[in-house]
């Protein structure tokens, strides 16, 4: 081989698309032709174009040219042989090629560093017949394009996998080239949640393959092994290259920074999208949301949560037949059809070999090589150094996390001074005959890049490990400061524990949060323990999260920036408040939990939050009244929120004597509120309203605007459907101005939605237009997604009582996207309601039975009954030519309107009125009646039964976690 360029060069990567179906269908002799045909092809193009070919592996090229222009010549000249190659058997091959130039880092046969993976992964994100090049080999052929024939498409940004920032990427186009538009194999665009990986995966080519083929005929897979071997990493890895065969995505769920078994169901919904149903266990809830999802959950540290794992995964299986599960443990998770796959460490380097270039073709030595350039550029691979690294590798018997640490301090010490630290660390270490040999080895990696620090950089790494998942520099510097580790030198030391691996960084959100990787955040806190710091600095790190919960509070109802940062420390949320019920801190606990209430309900954590506030009510019963009588509303508004009515207002009345006993008017007035809300949703208006009423004269008296304007909405939303329009439009507008004067925009916005809800429900479309605008426009610039739904749903209705269906559906198709995305259950089943009403209306009966049909089953099991009275009026509509089915319809649909006190708008009372005219006047009015009755003796259960009685509901607008 010639020497390699140095500099700035040119990257190409190729492959062909799809080459094991090829293999398949043509059998290992006529592939092996094909391929040698193939090889052939490419390398003569490769030398016309005066590049040089650095590896090849199996239909897989990686090249070099010296210029940009060349690779891109050749890269296009490769495509026209491919497209005009006679193939045998009239095999169709298809090459695609990914082009990334940048300043070379070779050793004397090879190169090595960030880049050569960027380039390899431009081509992974492309198709067949495609040229794809990175930002800078585009900035340098741009101007010369034209000349050479060809047009360059921006294709945008994109997520690459095992790289961390995003690469805008470009299309190569030709009149001898097919104009390949599907989208590219990215992050950015198949359904997934996995993380950008910091560094650049290395080797295990077969494990890949292995696990790729495995994944293919069994459903859960579980990686094992010991600490630091590798199986988060791989798993992700093998997740990436796997994500097209699941069209409903690869989702990842981290249950390392879990400490309670009971949360892992929470966990899982949160990484699926899947929020939870009022009335059911989650874990029902997910089995039902994947029953028809073909996707790959990863499912990553189950050990210390097996417990709650092993039935959660059992049930899943049970459940989803299309679910493919692939776990990492450091044993099985012992659940029936269950693959237990060991993972290995990495190759060892033989013995025998000598030069850099045979040491590179191990994989030990090249994780070494690569991680040790990404903090040393200068470190160079020679026939010298690479024996040196040969030998640390075998030491630490191919342990990845091993390998990398030690690569981390090329930054600060010679390969040789890394080799004999090591070699003496590892051999003064005591035995631990306790443990494996490899455990052993690893405890003395971790002993020895520990003792490897100041003492400085030590007591920081101790005191980070409180840290359960990520956390921001400002907490680190308030937490771990103190007593040998001063506030502003905690920054200096992080970053030294960054560039020695200890601590890993994450900047895509746009704010550096850091973390530990488990294995060392375990090491650190023995150490903490040892040290007899522990309680001091979680202390500390207990009291930082309950004053940032304390200064979010009164903001989450407003920004969404204070809910995304409280989801990106609810790891470290959960653990103080673990924490607190360890130490019998059951107060603090309350405190957490109740000021949490916003999160828990917008995020969908209703149990989970639940559980935590009646727990902490249970453990500090001698807690001051009126931290009780809060944290019982917010039990209450969640109980509300799973539809447990009963317990909502038992919460409710304790929560209320409470305040009245404190002669709190504030208080009495937002325990009012909610148990307004509870007695409105369980349709009893009547006694809503009057509870709506105390609550605003208390909200009058304490003179607080937000409770006063709240409480006008809630009563005028109970006054519209009873029917008493000009009283709830009075109220309305007095709300309105609440909360115009204290500059309330979201208040304001709901206000205007409830005046255009009024103008409508009378029948003033257009009069009902501007505020539904007005109040989207809002919601908009505020970011609000519930809000935005509502105007949508809102405007929607207004077009279907124009007569446009195309819009209608349009509203709510996009209303129903963010219905699914929230979790929302009682806005999915009125937008199904919805989209039902336009399918009848168009005459597709059929379809507009699936719909109402949907929204039935979600209204009943959210006990909404006046939900289900309008969805079995929809059936019955629906149903009409079965004249007798539909009569019982109405008639049960008429029982539960009386019950509740519903009131229909004056469109649906139209409809309503002509519908049943036409079934009376095809009975008779006898025949008409006997049928009504049967329906309105009919229990709510009975009525729901038989309204279903035709056939499974199938749902025809399925969630996605992908939304």
Same mark, same amino acid.
């Given at each position: 081989?010639p020497a390699l360029p140095s500099g700035t060069v040119t990257f190409l990567f190729s492959d062909i698309e799809g080459s094991p179906a090829i293999l398949r269908r043509l059998g290992d002799l006529s592939y092996t032709r094909l391929l040698s045909a193939y090889r052939r092809l490419v390398r003569t193009v490769i030398s016309e174009g005066s590049g040089i070919e650095i590896d090849t592996r199996g239909d897989a090229f990686f090249v070099v040219f010296e210029r940009a222009r060349q690779a891109l010549a050749s890269a296009v000249a490769l495509q026209r042989a491919v497209s005009t190659f006679p193939w045998p058997g009239e095999t169709s091959v298809r090459v695609r090629v990914g082009l990334h130039t940048a300043e070379a880092i070779a050793t004397e046969t090879a190169y090595v560093g960030l880049d050569?993976?960027?380039?390899?992964?431009?081509?992974?994100?492309?198709?067949?017949?495609?040229?794809?090049?990175?930002?800078?080999?585009?900035?340098?052929?741009?101007?010369?394009?034209?000349?050479?024939?060809?047009?360059?498409?921006?294709?945008?940004?994109?997520?690459?996998?095992?790289?961390?920032?995003?690469?805008?990427?470009?299309?190569?186009?030709?009149?001898?080239?097919?104009?390949?538009?599907?989208?590219?194999?990215?992050?950015?665009?198949?359904?997934?949640?996995?993380?950008?990986?910091?560094?650049?995966?290395?080797?295990?080519?077969?494990?890949?393959?292995?696990?790729?083929?495995?994944?293919?005929?069994?459903?859960?897979?579980?990686?094992?092994?010991?600490?630091?071997?590798?199986?988060?990493?791989?798993?992700?890895?093998?997740?990436?290259?796997?994500?097209?065969?699941?069209?409903?995505?690869?989702?990842?769920?981290?249950?390392?920074?879990?400490?309670?078994?009971?949360?892992?169901?929470?966990?899982?919904?949160?990484?699926?999208?899947?929020?939870e149903e009022p009335g059911r266990l989650l874990t029902a809830t997910l089995a039902d949301q994947l029953q028809e999802k073909r996707l790959l959950l990863v499912l990553d540290n189950c050990e210390h949560v097996i417990a709650a794992c092993a039935p959660l995964v059992q049930s899943l299986l049970a459940g989803a037949p299309h679910l493919r599960i692939l776990a990492t443990s450091r044993e099985s998770l012992d659940v029936p059809g269950e693959t237990i796959w060991r993972v290995p460490t990495l190759t060892l380097p033989d013995l025998q070999a000598r030069s850099a270039s045979d040491l590179l073709q191990n994989e030990a030595v090249r994780l070494f090589a690569e991680r040790a350039v990404a903090v040393q550029p200068a470190f160079a691979m020679n026939d010298r150094t690479a024996a040196v690294v040969?030998?640390?590798?075998?030491?630490?018997?191919?342990?990845?996390?091993?390998?990398?640490?030690?690569?981390?301090?090329?930054?600060?010490?010679?390969?040789?001074?890394?080799?004999?630290?090591?070699?003496?660390?590892?051999?003064?270490?005591?035995?631990?005959?306790?443990?494996?040999?490899?455990?052993?080895?690893?405890?003395?990696?971790?002993?020895?890049?520990?003792?490897?620090?100041?003492?400085?950089?030590?007591?920081?790494?101790?005191?980070?490990?409180?840290?359960?998942?990520?956390?921001?520099?400002?907490?680190?510097?308030?937490?771990?400061?103190?007593?040998?580790?001063?506030?502003?030198?905690?920054?200096?030391?992080?970053?030294?524990?960054?560039?020695?691996?200890?601590?890993?960084?994450?900047?895509?959100?746009?704010?550096?949060?850091?973390?530990?990787?488990?294995?060392? *955040?375990?090491?650190?806190?023995?150490?903490?323990?040892?040290?007899?710091?522990?309680?001091?600095?979680?202390?500390?790190?207990?009291?930082?999260?309950?004053?940032?919960?304390?200064?979010?509070?009164?903001?989450?109802?407003?920004?969404?920036?204070?809910?995304?940062?409280?989801?990106?420390?609810?790891?470290?949320?959960?653990?103080?408040?673990?924490?607190? *019920?360890?130490?019998?801190?059951?107060?603090?606990?309350?405190?957490?939990?109740?000021?949490?209430?916003?999160?828990?309900?917008?995020?969908?954590?209703?149990?989970?939050?639940?559980?935590?506030?009646?727990?902490?009510?249970?453990?500090?019963?001698?807690?001051?009244?009126?931290?009780?009588?809060?944290?019982?509303?917010?039990?209450?508004?969640?109980?509300?929120?799973?539809?447990?009515?009963?317990?909502?207002?038992?919460?409710?009345?304790?929560?209320?004597?409470?305040?009245?006993?404190?002669?709190?008017?504030?208080?009495?007035?937002?325990?009012?509120?909610?148990?307004?809300?509870?007695?409105?949703?369980?349709?009893?208006?009547?006694?809503?309203?009057?509870?709506?009423?105390?609550?605003?004269?208390?909200?009058?008296?304490?003179?607080?605007?937000?409770?006063?304007?709240?409480?006008?909405?809630?009563?005028?939303?109970?006054?519209?459907?009873?029917?008493?329009?000009?009283?709830?439009?009075?109220?309305?507008?007095?709300?309105?101005?609440?909360?115009?004067?204290?500059?309330?925009?979201?208040?304001?916005?709901?206000?205007?939605?409830?005046?255009?809800?009024?103008?409508?429900?009378?029948?003033?479309?257009?009069?009902?237009?501007?505020?539904?605008?007005?109040?989207?426009?809002?919601?908009?610039?505020?970011?609000?997604?519930?809000?935005?739904?509502?105007?949508?749903?809102?405007?929607?209705?207004?077009?279907?009582?124009?007569?446009?269906?195309?819009?209608?559906?349009?509203?709510?198709?996009?209303?129903?996207?963010?219905?699914?995305?929230?979790?929302?259950?009682?806005?999915?089943?009125?937008?199904?309601?919805?989209?039902?009403?336009?399918?009848?209306?168009?005459?597709?009966?059929?379809?507009?039975?699936?719909?109402?049909?949907?929204?039935?089953?979600?209204?009943?099991?959210?006990?909404?009954?006046?939900?289900?009275?309008?969805?079995?009026?929809?059936?019955?509509?629906?149903?009409? *030519?079965?004249?007798?089915?539909?009569?019982?319809?109405?008639?049960?649909?008429?029982?539960?309107?009386?019950?509740?006190?519903?009131?229909?708008?004056?469109?649906?009372?139209?409809?309503?009125?002509?519908?049943?005219?036409?079934?009376?006047?095809?009975?008779?009015?006898?025949?008409?009646?006997?049928?009504?009755?049967?329906?309105?003796?009919?229990?709510?259960?009975?009525?729901?039964?038989?309204?279903?009685?035709?056939?499974?509901?199938?749902?025809?607008?399925?969630?996605?976690?992908?939304?």
């Amino acid at each position: 081989m010639p020497a390699l360029p140095s500099g700035t060069v040119t990257f190409l990567f190729s492959d062909i698309e799809g080459s094991p179906a090829i293999l398949r269908r043509l059998g290992d002799l006529s592939y092996t032709r094909l391929l040698s045909a193939y090889r052939r092809l490419v390398r003569t193009v490769i030398s016309e174009g005066s590049g040089i070919e650095i590896d090849t592996r199996g239909d897989a090229f990686f090249v070099v040219f010296e210029r940009a222009r060349q690779a891109l010549a050749s890269a296009v000249a490769l495509q026209r042989a491919v497209s005009t190659f006679p193939w045998p058997g009239e095999t169709s091959v298809r090459v695609r090629v990914g082009l990334h130039t940048a300043e070379a880092i070779a050793t004397e046969t090879a190169y090595v560093g960030l880049d050569v993976h960027r380039a390899a992964r431009i081509c992974a994100a492309g198709h067949g017949a495609q040229i794809l090049l990175s930002q800078t080999t585009y900035n340098l052929i741009n101007t010369a394009a034209p000349a050479l024939g060809l047009d360059l498409r921006n294709l945008g940004e994109h997520r690459l996998k095992d790289l961390q920032r995003p690469e805008r990427l470009y299309q190569v186009l030709h009149t001898d080239l097919p104009d390949v538009r599907t989208p590219l194999r990215s992050l950015s665009v198949l359904p997934n949640n996995l993380p950008l990986q910091m560094t650049p995966f290395i080797g295990r080519e077969r494990e890949t393959a292995d696990l790729k083929q495995l994944l293919t005929t069994r459903r859960l897979v579980t990686l094992t092994g010991f600490g630091g071997c590798g199986k988060t990493r791989l798993a992700l890895h093998v997740a990436a290259d796997v994500m097209e065969e699941y069209p409903d995505g690869v989702w990842l769920a981290d249950l390392a920074e879990v400490s309670d078994p009971a949360v892992v169901p929470q966990v899982v919904a949160s990484a699926l999208s899947v929020r939870e149903e009022p009335g059911r266990l989650l874990t029902a809830t997910l089995a039902d949301q994947l029953q028809e999802k073909r996707l790959l959950l990863v499912l990553d540290n189950c050990e210390h949560v097996i417990a709650a794992c092993a039935p959660l995964v059992q049930s899943l299986l049970a459940g989803a037949p299309h679910l493919r599960i692939l776990a990492t443990s450091r044993e099985s998770l012992d659940v029936p059809g269950e693959t237990i796959w060991r993972v290995p460490t990495l190759t060892l380097p033989d013995l025998q070999a000598r030069s850099a270039s045979d040491l590179l073709q191990n994989e030990a030595v090249r994780l070494f090589a690569e991680r040790a350039v990404a903090v040393q550029p200068a470190f160079a691979m020679n026939d010298r150094t690479a024996a040196v690294v040969s030998q640390i590798c075998r030491r630490l018997e191919g342990i990845p996390l091993a390998i990398e640490l030690a690569a981390a301090q090329v930054r600060v010490l010679t390969l040789t001074e890394v080799a004999a630290r090591l070699e003496d660390g590892l051999r003064m270490l005591p035995a631990r005959r306790r443990t494996a040999p490899r455990h052993q080895t690893l405890q003395a990696v971790m002993e020895w890049s520990y003792a490897q620090l100041t003492e400085a950089e030590r007591t920081l790494l101790r005191r980070l490990s409180v840290f359960t998942g990520s956390f921001t520099l400002q907490a680190a510097e308030v937490i771990c400061a103190g007593d040998g580790v001063a506030p502003a030198a905690v920054l200096e030391l992080l970053g030294r524990l960054v560039d020695k691996s200890l601590v890993l960084v994450d900047q895509q959100t746009g704010e550096s949060r850091f973390h530990l990787l488990e294995t060392v *955040r375990r090491y650190s806190g023995e150490k903490l323990r040892e040290n007899g710091e522990a309680h001091a600095v979680r202390r500390r790190h207990a009291d930082w999260y309950l004053a940032l919960v304390r200064q979010a509070e009164p903001m989450l109802q407003v920004s969404q920036e204070w809910l995304d940062r409280l989801e990106a420390d609810h790891p470290n949320l959960r653990g103080v408040m673990d924490w607190y *019920r360890q130490t019998e801190g059951y107060e603090q606990a309350l405190t957490l939990s109740t000021a949490l209430l916003r999160f828990w309900l917008v995020r969908g954590l209703w149990a989970e939050g639940r559980r935590w506030l009646e727990d902490a009510l249970r453990g500090a019963p001698d807690a001051p009244p009126a931290l009780r009588a809060k944290a019982l509303r917010a039990a209450a508004a969640i109980a509300q929120y799973q539809a447990d009515y009963d317990h909502a207002l038992a919460l409710c009345e304790e929560s209320l004597a409470l305040y009245r006993t404190l002669g709190d008017q504030k208080g009495i007035a937002e325990a009012l509120s909610t148990y307004g809300n509870v007695l409105f949703e369980r349709g009893e208006y009547p006694a809503a309203r009057g509870v709506h009423e105390e609550s605003l004269a208390y909200g009058r008296h304490a003179g607080d605007e937000w409770l006063i304007g709240a409480s006008l909405l809630n009563l005028a939303s109970v006054l519209m459907h009873q029917g008493d329009f000009d009283r709830a439009q009075a109220l309305c507008q007095e709300g309105l101005a609440v909360f115009r004067q204290a500059g309330d925009r979201r208040g304001v916005a709901y206000a205007l939605n409830l005046l255009g809800l009024i103008a409508r429900d009378q029948g003033d479309f257009v009069g009902a237009r501007k505020p539904f605008e007005e109040s989207l426009a809002i919601q908009q610039q505020l970011g609000d997604k519930r809000g935005i739904a509502i105007a949508l749903t809102n405007l929607g209705l207004l077009a279907w009582e124009l007569g446009n269906d195309t819009a209608a559906v349009r509203l709510y198709e996009e209303a129903l996207a963010i219905r699914r995305e929230l979790g929302d259950r009682r806005g999915v089943a009125t937008l199904l309601y919805d989209l039902g009403q336009v399918a009848l209306r168009q005459g597709d009966e059929q379809r507009a039975t699936a719909l109402f049909s949907e929204s039935l089953v979600m209204r009943h099991a959210a006990r909404n009954r006046t939900g289900v009275s309008q969805s079995l009026e929809g059936l019955a509509r629906a149903a009409r *030519r079965d004249y007798q089915r539909a009569a019982i319809l109405f008639g049960a649909a008429a029982a539960i309107q009386e019950a509740v006190g519903e009131t229909r708008s004056r469109s649906e009372q139209i409809e309503y009125e002509r519908a049943r005219d036409e079934i009376q006047a095809a009975l008779g009015e006898g025949p008409f009646r006997a049928a009504w009755q049967v329906g309105n003796t009919m229990t709510l259960a009975q009525a729901v039964e038989y309204a279903l009685a035709s056939g499974p509901v199938v749902e025809t607008y399925p969630p996605s976690p992908s939304t």
